[in-house]
């Protein structure tokens, strides 16, 4: 009988964890719940949560609501299980599961809120007081404090993902650089994508152990090492040299389902391409788990320190030393002592000069493990630092290492932005770490007319060879930092909501010692606009209109943007949880009526189904379709809108034939294809701010965004042929190339400072630095590469000009193309 198994390797079981999942057909709701609790029981969390979701789906059996909160926590889906245990806890009335506020507060943590984490452990603390994760909770009410208060950008420190030819979509772990970093081992499986494997050729479903050597700035094809390293039938992973390059040290470990059950530390001698049959090291290994090897040097002898969770520990694992004897034989392990190891786990340690690294989730940290480092005086160790922002991130950040210069080295981590076999959070990558020799970072600082200090601002940094990047300076500053790149040139975009934006250039060319440049923006003060009130009351029966949630003709699919409003019902519903709501969908006249029935009937139940799948009780929304029997009365807020129409307008039939052009016909149309909600039960009246549900702009694809993020304005003086180009199905590793033809539409001359586009976007014919005289044509050239694309998007090229808008903000204008992906 054959049987097959998902693999997705994540954080820090092996040095990584791993998911197994068996492939099972879609049965009944019975057969599901056997399915997934044997899945549950054999730790395969992956299949396991998706009966478990089936089940749910199908029968909305809340029962399984705390099953499928703890299994998205355990395959690392952050996002999705903050909203799970956020509904178990908002139903907890009698405070019966305020134990969970830990682990709810560890997701909000990592999701970045940590304003919203603080009070939840502080809760936890209030109802938990002797509890054993006291201290534990304590310690990540620190780190979340730490996180507010660290700088965005560490200084002359680039943490970069090592990108394809080492990361693949399951996970890699544990690297370790050699021949002063020329070469990086490292573990993973043999597979790009989550991989299948029968039950008799189970050999690809064991991680092994791989080398890559780099060639001036790139990495060759990672290569597996031979059978004296990666033994069959074991994980092989937990990789490190030794300085010399000499010595190799991993582990061979077993696991029974998702757990580590066997894990023992060997080495190996020899080096580069002529490694030897590994031995099992003496003297570290024992009943217990042994892993994370790492050589290293105190009181004058040679030391091999691991993680282990032998008895008499601090927390879960720690890290422990043991002194050589002779080559592959060690003494007894010693605990490093509480000033390392706490009531977490501490794990993959990494000694330099008198450093010892390491990662731990038991610390104060900005996430889950976060990296840090601990000085040896030759006596005892230094209290713990953590290394801050780049080094770690809120999810996941462990094996920090150096090359032997000590200005490269690799981590990895879990990070958003990598490649991930399933959800964004759910498998490690290997970053690099660039830390500068020479460094170079800009201080902005931002101020009104009088200098006064004007917080809340955020500050753009457009580079001439990259993407921009902003930093807010947040509620207490008015500082914003940067790090700049050697011989590069910027532009600086201060700006503020209610004042007008300035630019500045500043460039690092000919700069050769570190330095630190500074600026500061005093910004003009925006006109007031006549202000309005911030909320309107609404009573019971009286209906309201979801301006977000509009539909095409004919269609009953919810457009992306209705997700505004239905986050807004969303919340309105837990804030009154006694409130019970219609949701009405209508039609515009054209079609017959049983027809229109039937499909504002459909629209409606699409948006109750969102509604229900985020966790609202079914019924408490009435989804009712009117068709076309109620047509729409224009309020005040459209009537502003549309200059066409005036409040109290009802847009019949007869009235929209009578409307001049199809463009303004189809705006009534679309105003009567809408869908509203009113009270029917509960409160008999609720506030909701003003602007909530206000229709949000839209940005079609060619037209002209002539902004920066943040809303900078400016009038287009380039005109183009066509300012939009759709390249349709490029298949992955194609490229595309495009010439755009424009002109200076102005009466002055007009000077391209700079072009900025991705780094999927190679401009071959660069108009950069020439002036451009009125009615003169000039031509725009690129290459797109889609190597690096997972996905179809819409890609914009922002071209800055010299000078200033007369609003204060930078000439700019946007060109764009599109591309659908296929793989």
């Excluded at 909160?69 to 952050?78: E, P, T």
């Excluded at 993959?348 to 601990?374: A, C, I, K, M, V």
Aim: hydrophobic share 30%; proline share 5%; with cysteine.
């Amino acid at each position: 009988m054959k049987n097959a198994y998902l693999l997705l390797v994540l954080g820090l079981v092996l040095g990584g964890q791993v998911l197994m999942a068996q492939p099972l057909s879609k049965s009944s709701t019975e057969q599901s719940l056997i399915a997934a609790r044997k899945a549950m029981s054999n730790k395969d969390y992956v299949n396991a949560l998706e009966r478990y979701e089936e089940v749910y789906e199908e029968n909305d059996d809340r029962a399984l609501i705390d099953t499928i909160a703890w299994l998205q926590f355990y395959i690392r889906d952050y996002r999705t299980a903050e909203r799970w245990f956020s509904r178990i806890l908002r139903r907890d009335k009698e405070g019966e599961l305020d134990s969970y506020r830990f682990t709810y507060g560890r997701l909000l943590k990592m999701n970045e809120k940590y304003n919203e984490a603080i009070p939840e452990f502080q809760k936890f603390l209030a109802s938990n007081p002797g509890d054993s994760l006291a201290t534990l909770a304590k310690n990540e009410i620190s780190g979340a404090e730490l996180a507010l208060e660290l700088p965005q950008n560490l200084k002359g420190v680039a943490v970069e993902n090592a990108g394809r030819d080492l990361n693949e979509k399951t996970s890699e772990y544990t690297p370790s650089l050699a021949v002063n970093g020329t070469e990086l081992y490292f573990a993973a499986f043999d597979a790009d994508d989550v991989i299948y494997v029968e039950e008799e050729d189970q050999e690809n479903a064991f991680a092994i152990i791989y080398k890559a050597t780099k060639d001036d700035t790139e990495w060759t094809k990672r290569k597996p090492l031979g059978g004296e390293i990666n033994r069959p039938g074991f994980h092989n992973s937990n990789v490190t040299v030794s300085p010399d390059g000499r010595t190799m040290f991993f582990t061979r470990a077993k696991l029974q389902g998702n757990t580590l059950s066997e894990s023992k530390i060997f080495y190996s001698t020899g080096g580069s391409d002529s490694w030897k049959g590994a031995e099992e090291l003496k003297g570290v290994n024992g009943d217990y788990l042994a892993k994370h090897p790492a050589p290293g040097e105190l009181f004058g002898k040679r030391v091999l320190f691991f993680a282990s969770d032998m008895p008499g520990g601090y927390g879960g694992f720690d890290i422990y030393y043991a002194t050589e004897l002779e080559p592959g034989s060690y003494s007894a392990p010693v605990n490093l002592g509480d000033v390392i190891n706490g009531p977490g786990d501490e794990e993959t340690p990494y000694y330099r000069d008198g450093t010892l690294y390491f990662s731990s989730n038991g610390h104060p940290g900005l996430g889950g493990f976060d990296n840090f480092y601990s000085n040896w005086d030759g006596e005892k160790w230094s209290p713990v630092l953590n290394m801050g922002r780049g080094y770690n991130s809120s999810v996941d950040d462990y094996s920090f290492t150096l090359d032997t210069e000590g200005y490269f080295g690799v981590l990895t981590s879990n990070r958003p932005g990598g490649r991930s076999a399933y959800g964004r959070t759910c498998c490690d990558d290997i970053y690099t770490v660039n830390i500068a020799r020479v460094v170079v970072d800009l201080v902005v600082g931002t101020f009104t007319e009088d200098k006064k200090a004007l917080t809340n601002a955020t500050v753009f940094l457009v580079p001439s060879k990259k993407d921009p990047s902003s930093q807010s300076t947040g509620e207490k500053s008015n500082v914003a930092g940067f790090d700049l790149g050697l011989e590069e040139t910027y532009m600086v975009i201060g700006t503020h909501p209610d004042y007008f934006p300035d630019t500045v250039q500043v460039n690092t060319v000919g700069i050769t010692e570190s330095t630190s440049l500074e600026h500061r923006f005093y910004l003009k003060p925006r006109p007031v606009p006549p202000a309005e009130p911030e909320f309107d009351t609404i009573t019971i029966e009286e209906p309201i209109v979801l301006e977000n949630i509009l539909y095409d003709f004919d269609d009953d699919r919810i457009r992306e943007e209705a997700e505004s409003d239905l986050e807004v019902v969303f919340e309105l519903l837990n804030d009154y949880p006694e409130m019970v709501i219609e949701l009405s969908s209508h039609t515009d006249s054209r079609g017959e009526a049983p027809y229109n029935e039937s499909l504002s009937q459909r629209r409606a139940e699409s948006a109750r189904r969102w509604l229900v799948r985020k966790g609202i009780d079914r019924d408490r929304i009435v989804a009712k379709g009117y068709g076309e029997s109620q047509p729409q009365t224009v309020n005040r807020i459209s009537a502003a809108k549309h200059e066409f129409l005036n409040e109290g307008d009802v847009l019949t039939e007869d009235f929209i034939s009578a409307l001049e052009g199809e463009e303004q016909k189809e705006t009534a149309n679309e105003l009567n294809r809408r869908t509203e909600f009113k009270i029917l039960e509960g409160p008999t009246s609720i506030t909701i701010k003003r602007t909530s549900l206000r229709k949000k702009e839209e940005v079609k694809e060619g037209s002209n965004r002539n902004s920066l993020p943040g809303g900078l304005g400016m009038n287009a003086t380039l005109k183009f042929d066509s300012d939009f180009v759709d390249f349709g199905k490029v298949k992955k590793g194609e490229k595309r190339s495009h010439t755009y033809t424009f002109f200076n539409a102005s009466d002055k001359p007009l000077t391209i400072d700079l072009i900025s586009a991705c780094d999927c976007t190679t401009i071959v014919k660069d108009p950069t630095g020439k002036t451009f005289q009125p009615g003169e044509k000039g031509t725009l050239g690129i290459v797109f590469d889609s190597s690096e694309k997972e996905e179809s998007e819409v890609i914009d090229i922002d071209i800055f000009l010299a000078g200033d808008n007369p609003d204060g903000g930078p000439l700019m204008k946007t060109v764009q193309y599109q591309f659908e992906l296929v793989k």
